[in-house]
């Protein structure tokens, strides 16, 4: 298993094949689903079959997990991919357990994944976005450094819109 990146209390690492049930049942929880893209289990399932096939891929889209370095216990996903829009922007997006919500679990996670971007990527500049509700999620962004930018569209949803640069 490769890990991505380490700090104090977590480790981001690449999925496993026999965590696909982890994963899954992380997208059970309805306050969990609020703020994310709606899809299937058959769609998660592929999601999840596609990242692992493609870690090797350094242009493919990277979902990794996030793990509490002290117990193993699963946390959520993170993942980093070529922005929509430009592709020369790297998007950040995640998604944490409900019981690891309001304790820097995210901001540390991002920042992680910020440097990951950088060094390992050699991205510029690191964007991220939440709907506009997922005010949690934006003070996360906020507190790892991120400028709140004007609100985007995309796929005919408004969305609050976060830059980072090097």
């Given at each position: 298993?490769?890990?991505?990146?380490?700090?104090?209390?977590?480790?981001?690492?690449?999925?496993q094949p026999e965590e696909e049930n982890i994963f899954l049942d992380h997208y059970n929880d309805p306050e969990v689903l609020l703020y994310i893209?709606?899809?299937?289990?058959?769609?998660?399932?592929?999601?999840?079959?596609?990242?692992?096939?493609?870690?090797?891929?350094?242009?493919?889209?990277?979902?990794?997990?996030?793990?509490?370095?002290?117990?193993g216990d699963f946390i959520g996903t993170c993942l980093l991919r070529p922005f929509t829009y430009d592709a020369t922007k790297t998007e950040l997006g995640y998604s944490i357990e409900r019981k690891y919500w309001n304790k820097g679990i995210g901001t540390e996670m991002a920042a992680a994944m910020i440097d990951y971007a950088f060094k390992e990527m050699s991205s510029d500049q690191v964007v991220a976005v939440t709907i506009p509700e997922n005010i949690g999620s934006q003070r996360v962004l906020e507190k790892a450094g991120f400028k709140k930018m004007e609100n985007m569209m995309r796929d005919g949803l408004e969305l609050a819109y976060f830059e980072f640069e090097r």
């Open positions: 298993m490769h890990i991505i990146a380490e700090t104090p209390r977590l480790i981001i690492r690449e999925l893209p709606k899809r299937t289990r058959e769609e998660r399932i592929n999601i999840y079959r596609k990242a692992i096939a493609s870690y090797a891929d350094s242009n493919a889209l990277r979902i990794w997990g996030i793990f509490n370095k002290a117990d």
